[in-house]
């Protein structure tokens, strides 16, 4: 499976991200769509969308995504959430989340900050893609790309984009 990864859009996503993202099979959103249930509708009607909604997300997206999702995936127990800390520091939610679920990989947004690394301590891979949008006080945004094949997750690619 090719999977795309987003997060905080705000309702911005243009073509730049489009091109970035044709190639693959499903889009995961971390949350913070913006632009209400009609942003998330373009983004179903470009791949399939699997999501969560975030902090900034109104009840029109809370109605449509959940808080959080566990996906499995080829083996592999992926958790998804919009806010979830980092490694040594999670939310309390999200580690309650992570102590419930116990996943191999798991997604969240929120930071804006793109950091990909495996969490030793909980024997997983910790991915947040940045944001892709241009609300905040990031100067690149930011998305992931990468495969699933086998039970890994491989060929990890990171989209840049300056903030214009």
């Known amino acids: 499976m090719f999977v795309g990864l987003i997060s905080d859009t705000h309702g911005v996503f243009g073509d730049e991200f489009r091109e970035f993202f044709a190639p693959v099979d499903v889009l995961w959103h971390a949350g913070d769509f913006g632009g209400g249930l009609s942003f998330a509708e373009s983004l179903e009607q470009f791949k399939p969308l699997v999501g969560v909604y975030g902090n900034c997300d109104g ?10 999702q566990l996906l499995r995936v080829q083996g592999l127990r992926i958790l998804l959430t919009h806010i979830g800390g980092s490694p040594g520091h999670y939310y309390p939610r999200a580690a309650e989340l992570l102590a419930a679920n116990r996943p191999d990989v798991f997604v969240c947004g929120h930071s804006h900050i793109l950091k990909v690394m495996n969490d030793g301590a909980r024997n997983l891979l910790y991915v947040n893609p940045g944001a ?4 905040g006080w990031q100067v690149v945004r930011t998305a992931l790309r990468f495969r699933i094949e086998g039970g890994e997750v ?3 690619e990171v989209f840049n984009l300056p903030r214009r």
């Open 154 to 156: 491989k060929d990890m």
């Open 59 to 68: 009840y029109d997206i809370r109605s449509k995504f959940p808080e959080y």
């Open 132 to 135: 892709a949008g241009l609300q």
